[in-house]
Structure formats: structure tokens, C-alpha cells
């Protein structure tokens, strides 16, 4: 008797299990995503051809989907630092590379993200680099914002350095930075405040031209 | 370096410039990519099968055989590809390697040979993707058996130089090793199968008298028993006290369970040797004699199916216990509706719940003695009710049980719960290692980075003087070509440090300063050559003097200069002698050298070779202390040497 009531148990979960999976195959279809022609991201682009083609290949191998998530994201990201833990950097990063907002990174975004930061025009960089501080797009970076970005970038040095890292030094970081950069003190910084003040500096002119030669 | 994801260190460095405005020091520059070549195919021919990938997939992981200079070991020149004399088909596996970041062991292949052409190709198994990895470690762990059986063979000769005790135990363990032993472990089981069918036969009637009643033959031939058992406990008492002689740890031995049955075994003739004048006890010495028939536990060392048995049940646990709870349960429900049931019909046996038990365990164990049945109807209904039910709650942990039996039995008691968890920790702890290993490779190269710049930059001269201490060495550690992948990753997180001017340092070094800081140590010495002598005195066996009297050129003319050399101009001077300390350092076993080598700043054509040297405790700036180089170098009497 019992066993007649597992075995009618049993059935209505199969039914539910078949229904799941041709729902999942059709997700899957979904979210494949093949990029524009190579003259068109040519253009829109200031690559070449060739500098394309090694950065499409790179991109396929991680993410054979054709578009890379959050988490593939974060994941790729911490690789590259595995003392300490990169993931909260990586989803502001994910956030400004992701312009349209819909929760993913296709090859298009990714590629229009890479032609700025590597190509582009150092007002352009700026540009895109006040676009990563600014957290919620208002076009004003908060000390809130600027401390969020900033522990994550300490985070990514893990524990183990030299001094030790302390609670409080990324909050000093942010204040020195607010007291280069907010010029009139209003407790935040505008896009052209930025623009101007890391034009003013040498250090922040020099850094910019660093990346050119990559790729 | 960052396995498989190589090909997105580009937008990790392009990345970086997120960092860039919220920098407060200069960057290092990044290092030059000395021909901006196009990405090549590279040809593989192994035994005839020609393999082509781009170069890059193989930079991927420079620590092996084809990521590294040492392919070029198998280049053909006339041919222009590289030759490798090996099975192509384990090639594949090696090559996706290199493709997909994921190794994988075809399942068809020998464990043995797949083994030798990862060991040639420079991979450890323990990358295998955790898709393949139980397969694989099943195999092998199948073969090391294999091979342990056939070595057992041959074990069976007599090692030299045993003690005698060593010798007694293994004749004991192993009763096949010598006829010895052999002799022995036959006797003693002989003698518990007698001890064994005296105990039983003791209780036979053997009447023979015709006028009284039956009498069991132990009251008849008394002493001939008392004789048997006597013989029976003298032989396991010389047996015991001879494991424990022979036990290798007797502590251990005494709480064994075999020992525990030798004991409770022998342990009822002693108390009845001396309790047998005591009338009073009488009574419990007889029960003492049950303990007799402990004696037939012995023979699970003469059997180890007895053995497996017994670690089946152990290991089922879990199971009986739910079977008992669940019978439990069951028995008192029944039963004390059965006695509700039975309550009212006349000269009912249910006289109360706990009477019900018996008809309970009986009736649900199919067993039905009859002895107590039900009259009334409910009772009779509610009797079927249990008996039905019984069936099904008594079959359902048994399948359970058995299984567990039979999987033991076939796994032969090798513990293999135990071994494999202490793999999986020796796995992922050389996955974390090998995972670490790029960062102490950066750490590493930090040390080596002064060294190659300083000896780039600098005269021939100086490159002479180096030559007696060993600079060949240094000439090696320059020509060793760290790949450009390695260079770039690591020249990325140098940018990390110089955006938060902190750095990175190994863990014993971070933990060595974290005490300190706990104990708060401040020296008071000055910055001096004599603590800059002590101190490598002490850390380094590797004496820096050699190094001292080779002239650096003391550049004023750099405008990178940082405020503090100004400050401790005077002390400077002397100490421009530097403190080339990164090859010895790499040997210094002594974190304390390695970590306060230079932070290499690299600007257009100009170095300024920031060293921070520092007396022996180093410390760690007391209080909340702006993090930048001058305040701190100022309270914790390090010096700063700039030079050239």
C-alpha cells in the first residue's frame, strides 16, 4: 500500500521535470549571441582586423555563449589577483562596461569599452573613468561612492601586504582625493571638476598613456 | 599566471586606468614588448601528427614544457616545427589543455602512461577538471593496489634485523609468514572450538543412574571438565599475555576489541577460582559462566568475514537505529491499542500495555507463537492491521544493511573514506599552492626586478666588481626570460600597489609583522651603517660588504627624488652603497630581507632605486599614520637610499 502511494508520487514530478528542461533548452537558445560583422565593429572601433579577431577569440573561449554574465565576470576578473578578492571592483567594472544595462556584456560592449580605455582620447578616458566612480549615473560622485569604489579596490590587495591595511585607509584615501578634486567643496565631484583637476596633474596625465601599447 | 584567461589580461590592463585618477604616486612603467609581433601558429609534430595552435594558447602556462624555452630543445630547423617523439592520441588531452584551461583523462587510456606524458609535458594531474578527476584517481588508486598486492608476494621474507618481539607480533598479525605461526594460530583455534563444545556439551543430560532424574553431565564428570577448562584458559591466558607482550603499543593493544573478548573470555575462571568457597555468590558466579561462551568471538581473528561483519554493523549504525526507533514506535502503538482493544473480553491475556508488547514483537515479526491471540472483533482488526504493517517496517532498513555489507565487503575493509579525504586535502592544497604561486612569482620577480634594471642601466665596471660574488648567477637570474604574459601581470599589480601604496608581501612576512605590531616594538637606533651592517649581518649569511665598495653614482640630478632623501641627506651619502640584496634575499630563508628590497620605481630613463632597509624588528607605523612614504619612514627609522 505504501509503495502504491510512492509510485503515484512518483509520476506527477516527471511530467514537471519534462516541461523544465524544454524551457531551459529554450533560455539557452536565447541567450547565444553572435556579435556584429567585423567591418562594422572596424568602424565603430578604432581597431584593426587583426587586434579584433585575437580580442574575439579571447572573448569566445571564456564565454562560448557569446555573452559574459556577472559572475563569469567577476570570476575572470579575480583571476588575475588572487591575493585578494576582486569581485566588488569587478561589478563596478561590469557596470560600466555593460552601457545599456541589461545585465550582460556582449562581445559589441565589451570591444567599445576596450577602443576607449586603450584608444581613445585622454578626455575620453576620463570620461569613462569618472563613469566607473559614479555608481548611480547622476553625474556626481559622492565620498559614499567614492569610499565604495575605493574599498574595493583595497580589497582586491588582500590581507597580506606591507604596511598593514587598516579600516580607515581607504576613508583617508577618499578625503585626500575629495580635497584634490572637489575644487569648490560642495562634498562632491562633478565631471568637469575631474576632467579639469586630473588635467591639472602629471601623474594622472602620465598614468593615462600607459596602456597604449597593450594589445 | 591567470590559467586560461590570458587572453583577457589586456582588458585587466585596460582596466587599470579606473585606478589611475585615484593614485597618489607614480606609476612604474610597463614593460616594453620588445617586438610587437603578430600572433604566430607554431607547428607540433608528434610521431607524424602535425598539432598547430597559436603561440599565445601555449604562453598560457609557462611552467611547463611547452610554454617555456624548453620546446626549443625539440625544434627542427629544417623543418621549422617542433618534434615530439610521443603518443599523439595523449597528446590531444595535453594540447586542450592549453586550449581550454581544462584537463581531462580519457577514460580509455592506461593510468600509467597518461602519468608519463603529463610528468613529460610539465603538468601536475591535480589540474585535472573535477569532471575526470575521481575517474582518474580511481584508476590509479586501482593500480598503486595493484602493484602493492604483487610487492606483498615477495614481503613475506623475513626482514632483517627484527627484535624478537617485532618478529612474535607479525607471527601473531600474519600467521602465514612462518609454520611457527601457523602451528600456533591452529592450536589456539582448536582449543577455543573445544572450549566452545565443552561449555555446550557441560549442559547435556547424560542420565545415566535410573533412580534420579536427569543429570547434565557437568554436575556428572566434574573434574573432567574442571580439567578441560582449566587446559582451555591456560592456553588463552599464555596467548593474551603473549600479545601483549609482542604489541608494539600495548595501550592501544588493551583497548583493542579482540583483546577486550580475550579478556571478558578468560576473565569468569579466574572470579570462580576465587569465589568458590562463597556460598552468597554462588548465584552470580553462575551467571559468570554465560561469559564462557564469549570464548566463539575469538575465532573473528581466525575469520574475516566474522571481521567484516562486525565493521558492517558498526557502520550501519545509523540504520539500526532507525530500525529499532521505528519498531519502537510501532510496538507501543499496537500495543496499547490492542490492550484497549482486548479490554473487554473476558480472560483476555492482554493484561496490560507492557503484556502487549510480546503479542506485538510477534505478531509484526510474522513470527506468531500463538500463545496470545485476540478475541474480539476490533481486536482481531487491529491484530492484522500490526502484522501487515510489521512486514513493511521490518523490510525497509534491511535492503539498507545489506547493501552496506556487501559494498564493505567488496571494498575489502581498505579504508578508503579516510584516504580519499585526505586526498582531496593534498589536492586542493597544491591547487591553492600552484594558484599562489603567481603571486609569490610576482613577489619573486619584485626582488629580481632591481637586479635587472640596476645591471641594465649601469656600466660594465660595476657588472666586474659584481663578478666575485657569484654574479654569474646574476646574469642567469637576468637571462632567465620570465615570459612577456608573466611581465605584463606582474607590472598589473605592481599598479595595484602604487595605487594604494601598499604591497604585497608573503604570508609568513605578513605574519611576522603582525606580531610585531601586537608587541609594539620601537628601536631607537638612528638609521646608521652600523644597523645597516647589523642587519645584514644577521639575516643575510651572504655579506653585503662586497657589495659596498662598488660606486653607485649619486644622481642629484633626479627631480624624482623623494622629500624624505632630502631630509636625511647626510646619512644617505653613506648609504648610497646599496643594499643590493635580491639574490641573496631569494636564498635568505629570512622574510626579513626579502620584503624590504625595493619598490621599483621606473620612470622614462630615470631610476630611482627607493630602498627601504630597516633594523632588525621591523615595524609597522604605531598609529594612524598617513601611508605615505616620509611620515612613515620617519618614526620607523628606515632610510631611504636613492641612487643613480
Wanted: with cysteine; aromatic share 10%; net charge neutral.
Amino acid at each position: 500500500m505504501g509503495a502504491l502511494m510512492v509510485i503515484f508520487s512518483l509520476q506527477p514530478k516527471q511530467r514537471r521535470k519534462m516541461t523544465d528542461s524544454v524551457e531551459d533548452e529554450l533560455e539557452l537558445s536565447a541567450v547565444r549571441h553572435r556579435p556584429e560583422g567585423l567591418e562594422q565593429l572596424e568602424a565603430q572601433t578604432r581597431f584593426s582586423r587583426k587586434e579584433l579577431q585575437i580580442l574575439y577569440r579571447g572573448f569566445k573561449n571564456e564565454c562560448p555563449s557569446g555573452v559574459v554574465n556577472e559572475e563569469t565576470f567577476k570570476e575572470i576578473y579575480s583571476q588575475f589577483f588572487p591575493q585578494g578578492d576582486a569581485s566588488t571592483y569587478a561589478h563596478f567594472l561590469f557596470n560600466a562596461f555593460d552601457t545599456d544595462h541589461n545585465g550582460s556584456v556582449s562581445f559589441e560592449d565589451f570591444v567599445m569599452g576596450l577602443s576607449i580605455l586603450l584608444r581613445g582620447t585622454v578626455q575620453e578616458k576620463l570620461n569613462w573613468a569618472f563613469n566607473l566612480y559614479d555608481i548611480n549615473k547622476d553625474g556626481y560622485i559622492t565620498k559614499e561612492e567614492m569610499l565604495d569604489i575605493m574599498k574595493a579596490i583595497y580589497d582586491m590587495m588582500g590581507k597580506c601586504t606591507y604596511p598593514m591595511l587598516k579600516e580607515e585607509t581607504p576613508r583617508q584615501h577618499v578625503e585626500v582625493f575629495f580635497q584634490k578634486m572637489d575644487k569648490n567643496k560642495d562634498g562632491v565631484v562633478t565631471i568637469d571638476e575631474f576632467i579639469d583637476c586630473c588635467q591639472n596633474d602629471e601623474n594622472i596625465m602620465r598614468s593615462m598613456h600607459l596602456f597604449e601599447s597593450v594589445l | 599566471m591567470a590559467a586560461g584567461v590570458a587572453a583577457w589580461l589586456p582588458f585587466a590592463r585596460a582596466a587599470a586606468i579606473g585606478w589611475m585618477p585615484v593614485a597618489t604616486l607614480p606609476m612604474p612603467v610597463a614593460p616594453a614588448e620588445k617586438s610587437k609581433r603578430q600572433d604566430e601558429l607554431i607547428i607540433l609534430n608528434v610521431s607524424g601528427r602535425r598539432f598547430q595552435t597559436w603561440k599565445n594558447t601555449l604562453d598560457r602556462y609557462p611552467d611547463t614544457l611547452l610554454g617555456s624555452s624548453e620546446k626549443e630543445f625539440f625544434y627542427n630547423e629544417e623543418t621549422k616545427e617542433y618534434f615530439f617523439d610521443r603518443d599523439p592520441d595523449l597528446f590531444r588531452s595535453v594540447l586542450n589543455f592549453y586550449r581550454t584551461g581544462k584537463l581531462h583523462y580519457p577514460r580509455y587510456e592506461c593510468i600509467s602512461s597518461y602519468d608519463e606524458e603529463l610528468a613529460f609535458f610539465g603538468i601536475i594531474p591535480e589540474i585535472i577538471g573535477d569532471c575526470c578527476y575521481e575517474e582518474y584517481k580511481d584508476r590509479k588508486r586501482e593500480n598503486a593496489e595493484r602493484l602493492m598486492d604483487d610487492q606483498e608476494d615477495n614481503k613475506d621474507a623475513k626482514l632483517p634485523n627484527m627484535t624478537f618481539r617485532e618478529t612474535m607480533w607479525r607471527a601473531f598479525e600474519n600467521p602465514h609468514t612462518s609454520t611457527m605461526a601457523l602451528v600456533f594460530y591452529y592450536v589456539t583455534g582448536f582449543f577455543i572450538a573445544i572450549s566452545v563444545i565443552t561449555n555446550v556439551v557441560e549442559t547435556v543430560p547424560c542420565g545415566s543412574s535410573p533412580n534420579q532424574k536427569d543429570v547434565p553431565c557437568g554436575e556428572r564428570y566434574t573434574v573432567a571438565f574442571f580439567c578441560m577448562d582449566t587446559a582451555c584458559v591456560m592456553i588463552f591466558t599464555v596467548e593474551y599475555l603473549m600479545r601483549l607482550f609482542a604489541a608494539p603499543s600495548r595501550y592501544r593493544f588493551m583497548r583493542s576489541v579482540m583483546s577486550i573478548i580475550d579478556v571478558v573470555a578468560i576473565l569468569p575462571y579466574y572470579i570462580g577460582l576465587v569465589m568458590t568457597d562463597n556460598e552468597d555468590v554462588s548465584g552470580a558466579f553462575v551467571t559468570l559462566r554465560v561469559f564462557r561462551v564469549f570464548r566463539i568471538f575469538k575465532f573473528s581473528r581466525h575469520s574475516q568475514g566474522l571481521r567484516i561483519l562486525g565493521y558492517t554493523l558498526k557502520s550501519c549504525a545509523s540504520e539500526l537505529g532507525f530500525l529499532l526507533f521505528s519498531l519502537t514506535m510501532a510496538i507501543i502503538i499496537f500495543a496499547t491499542v490492542m490492550f484497549y482493544a482486548e479490554k473487554g473480553s473476558t480472560s483476555s491475556k492482554f493484561t496490560s500495555i507492557p503484556a502487549s508488547f510480546w503479542y506485538t514483537i510477534v505478531t509484526m515479526t510474522t513470527l506468531g507463537y500463538g500463545d496470545m491471540v485476540p478475541k474480539t472483533i476490533a481486536g482481531k482488526i487491529f491484530g492484522s492491521i500490526c502484522s501487515l504493517s510489521g512486514v513493511l517496517v521490518i523490510a525497509l532498513p534491511v535492503p539498507v544493511i545489506v547493501s552496506n555489507f556487501s559494498r564493505i565487503y567488496h571494498q575489502n575493509q581498505r579504508a578508503d573514506k579516510r584516504r580519499a579525504q585526505k586526498m582531496q586535502k593534498a589536492r586542493l592544497a597544491r591547487i591553492r599552492l600552484s594558484k599562489k604561486g603567481s603571486c609569490t612569482a610576482y613577489l619573486h620577480s619584485k626582488r629580481n626586478g632591481l637586479l635587472n634594471e640596476v645591471l641594465e642601466l649601469t656600466n660594465l665596471q660595476y657588472k666586474l666588481n659584481l663578478s666575485d660574488q657569484g654574479s654569474t648567477e646574476d646574469e642567469q637570474h637576468l637571462n632567465k626570460s620570465t615570459s612577456l604574459l608573466a611581465n605584463q601581470h606582474h607590472h598589473l599589480l605592481h599598479c595595484l600597489e602604487k595605487t594604494t601604496n601598499h604591497e604585497f608581501v608573503d604570508e609568513q612576512y605578513y605574519q611576522q609583522s603582525y606580531l610585531e605590531t601586537a608587541l609594539q616594538n620601537y628601536p631607537s637606533r638612528s638609521p646608521s651603517l652600523s644597523s645597516h651592517e647589523g642587519m645584514t649581518g644577521t639575516c643575510c649569511t651572504r655579506p653585503s660588504k662586497k657589495h659596498r665598495h662598488t660606486p653607485l653614482p649619486n644622481s642629484s640630478t633626479t627631480t624624482h627624488m623623494k622629500p624624505l632623501a632630502h631630509s636625511h641627506q647626510g646619512g644617505l651619502q653613506e648609504l648610497s652603497t646599496i643594499h643590493i640584496q635580491p639574490l641573496s634575499s631569494s636564498r635568505c630563508s629570512l622574510n626579513l630581507c626579502v620584503d624590504e628590497a625595493m619598490a621599483l620605481n621606473c620612470q622614462s630613463g630615470q631610476i630611482t632605486t627607493a630602498i627601504i632597509t630597516m633594523p632588525t624588528p621591523p615595524l609597522t607605523t604605531p598609529e594612524a599614520d598617513a601611508p605615505l612614504p616620509a611620515g612613515h619612514a620617519h618614526q620607523q627609522n628606515v632610510v631611504k637610499v636613492s641612487a643613480l
